[in-house]
Antibody, heavy 118, light 108 residues
Framework: QVQLVESGGGVAQPGRSLRLSCAASGFTFSTYDMHWVRQAPGKGLEWVAVIWYNGSNDYYADSVKGRFTISRDNSKNTLYLQMNSLRAEDTAVYYC???????????WGRGTLVTVSS | EIVLTQSPATLSLSPGERATLSCRASQSITGYLAWYQQKPGQVPRLLIYDASNRATGIPARFSGSGSGTDFTLTISSLEPEDFAIYYCQQRSNWPRGSFGQGTKLEIK
């Protein structure tokens, strides 16, 4: 079954860190660029970061640049998002998404909720 | 930064009617635009990419058009399951992407 399953969300205090994971199955993970997209409660979608299929390049939204790091382990079919220096405005459901066709998102996980609160 | 503005914010229609949703870009994005549907409690689903190409499994009642800065998603005859929030997304400045703020299509 082709799917993405996120984990690692939870409650964190401002300034602390969390690491999200996204496990892929049912397709050749190592051949796809992968993204993180987030959605604050009751709000729209915000693109967060992308990583090349082989991990050679990554790009970030200005809102998270310098604080978040996207990475992947193709041997484990897993995508990661290391989130440091968390802020209240980072509170959202975080989705991992597959890039296909180029630049669009054809497969989404169910998301994991991150709440940043003291 | 490319900003996408969707209109209207809310569209109230009845099943069987035709829906027309708009997405305007702050600068030309040629044809690099997608549309997604998101139902309550569900993940977004890709409907249209490159302005007018239907994604796999998407019914023919969904169509997209436009180029440059103005784009339209048309649902020819609304089914009950079509009432949802619709987002446009551009990939003109790939690999970065951005979304519009969404249009809520509600039952009248």
């Amino acid at each position: 079954q082709v799917q993405l399953v996120e984990s690692g969300g939870g409650v964190a205090q401002p300034g602390r860190s969390l690491r999200l994971s996204c496990a892929a199955s049912g397709f050749t993970f190592s051949t796809y660029d992968m993204h993180w997209v987030r959605q604050a409660p009751g709000k729209g979608l915000e693109w967060v970061a992308v990583i090349w299929y082989n991990g050679s390049n990554d790009y970030y939204a200005d809102s998270v640049k310098g604080r978040f790091t996207i990475s992947r382990d193709n041997s484990k079919n897993t995508l990661y998002l290391q989130m440091n220096s968390l802020r209240a405005e980072d509170t959202a459901v975080y989705y991992c998404a597959r890039d296909w066709p180029r630049g669009y998102f054809d497969l989404w996980g169910r998301g994991t909720l991150v709440t940043v609160s003291s | 930064e490319i900003v996408l503005t969707q209109s209207p914010a809310t569209l109230s229609l009845s099943p069987g009617e035709r829906a027309t949703l708009s997405c305007r870009a702050s600068q030309s994005i040629t044809g690099y635009l997608a549309w997604y549907q998101q139902k309550p409690g569900q993940v977004p689903r890709l409907l249209i990419y490159d302005a007018s190409n239907r994604a796999t499994g998407i019914p023919a009642r969904f169509s997209g058009s436009g180029s440059g800065t103005d784009f339209t998603l048309t649902i020819s005859s609304l089914e009950p399951e079509d009432f949802a929030i619709y987002y446009c997304q551009q990939r003109s400045n790939w690999p970065r992407g951005s979304f519009g703020q969404g249009t809520k299509l509600e039952i009248k």
